[in-house]
T-cell receptor, first 113, second 114 residues
């Protein structure tokens, strides 16, 4: 079946350092979504990418969708303690329901003040 | 800001017992979901619900699971005979319309089966 993988599983950074998490799918995706889950919290939608090679920015966060639509990345510039949490990517396979996205295992980010 | 609310926040039940997890989606939303997250693991899709019927379900959503929208506001997940491996955080989510990108998640119900 379709697999969505993320690396790294854990990342510890000093506050002010940059952070990147990578999402890779075993199959081409229609779109990819990114969610953030704070410790003890619930997933919160961040963004959706649809087009091949698409790049979107939200303040210090930059999201990219690969040319082949099989991978994506989330880059955070100059991390802050408020960035702490687990970042999940979730992908939809072409021909499947929009609802049935497959979540990756997440990258847990710790920021050391 | 409107939000999805779930009750209870924590449910402890004995193996073999039935549990009902409750959710109140955002009032004008039309698409409703249940997800599961085993502690420390990824979020897993269980089921989606639209127009008073299931639109999609995953392999996890077997005959032990059912969903219902008994009135205009509540959306419930029932597990008929709980197993130890059903212990997880269960999230309800809702979306306003199809292809609207943002799904709003509730705070979750932590189910512990003993």
């Amino acid at each position: 079946g379709q697999q969505v993988m993320q690396i790294p599983q854990y990342q510890h950074v000093q506050e002010g350092e940059d952070f990147t998490t990578y999402c890779n799918s075993s199959t081409t995706l229609s779109n990819i979504q990114w969610y953030k889950q704070r410790p003890g919290g619930h997933p919160v939608f961040l963004i959706q990418l649809v087009k091949s090679g698409e790049v979107k920015k939200q303040k210090r966060l930059t999201f990219q969708f690969g040319e082949a639509k099989k991978n994506s990345s989330l880059h955070i510039t100059a991390t802050q303690t408020t960035d702490v949490g687990t970042y999940f990517c979730a992908g939809q396979r072409p021909g499947t329901s929009y609802d049935k996205v497959i979540f990756g295992p997440g990258t847990s980010l710790s920021v050391i003040p | 800001e409107p939000e999805v609310t779930q009750t209870p926040s924590h449910q402890v039940t004995q193996m073999g017992q039935e549990v009902i997890l409750r959710c109140v989606p955002i009032s004008n939303h039309l698409y409703f979901y249940w997800y599961r997250q085993i502690l420390g693991q990824k979020v897993e899709f269980l089921v989606s619900f639209y127009n008073n019927e299931i639109s999609e379900k995953s392999e996890i959503f077997d005959d032990q699971f059912s969903v219902e929208r008994p009135d205009g506001s509540n959306f419930t997940l029932k597990i008929r005979s709980t197993k130890l491996e059903d212990s997880a955080m269960y999230f309800c989510a809702s979306r306003y319309k199809f292809m609207n990108t943002e799904a709003f998640f509730g705070q979750g119900t932590r189910l512990t089966v003993v």
